[in-house]
């Protein structure tokens, strides 16, 4: 792999990042599993969960072999500590579809633009595993179509509104916008405008949702 000896802790970072972020989504898709109001729903999400700790796994062996000295990275991460307390408060009212609002659709959408953005440049240094690369991205956009399907279905049956929903996700929105400029650093280190990250994230948002985020 053609990494740069000054890009390792940025890209170790960046992993880092990923790895906090699909360690999150594995702890919420197993709540919600418990709450889903459907036998087909729970079947889902207990097959998220498994996919977010294999994801979490990959991307803390990943950190390891780019900056195995980077053992504990040290950035903070405060937007993104913001956005999982706000989550777990979710899951404890079981606002299931609240829930489903900030994981499925808002955090995989982000998790789905960096890692679509950052294949690029991986590809680039001839990074490997690059078919396991290809099913992770495969997964994480069957949870996220999975999330916009149950919102969709939810509006279509009254149970709440579009209205409702972009009201909820304005936190959620303005927390993924600063996860991303928190690790503007490490992007401009890779070469990487993190601007391009957030227009990546906002094409994955359903056109309802997508007008909130601009």
Sequence with gaps: MLVKPEERQPLAELLYFLELGEQLAHEVAATQATIAPTTKMHRFLEGQARQEAFHATVFRTSRMWIAPRLANPQKSHEPFKEFRALMRTALHRKDFFESILAEQVILESLGEAILQKLEVGLQKRRAPFRRLRSILLHQEAAHHGFGERVLEQAIANEVLTKQELQE???????LSESM?????????EIDEDPGEYLTIQH?????WLEETAA
């Design 180 to 188: 991303v400029m928190n690790l503007k650093s490490q992007f401009k």
């Design 168 to 174: 909820k996700a304005l936190p959620y929105l303005a």
């Design 203 to 207: 094409t994955f948002l359903p056109d």
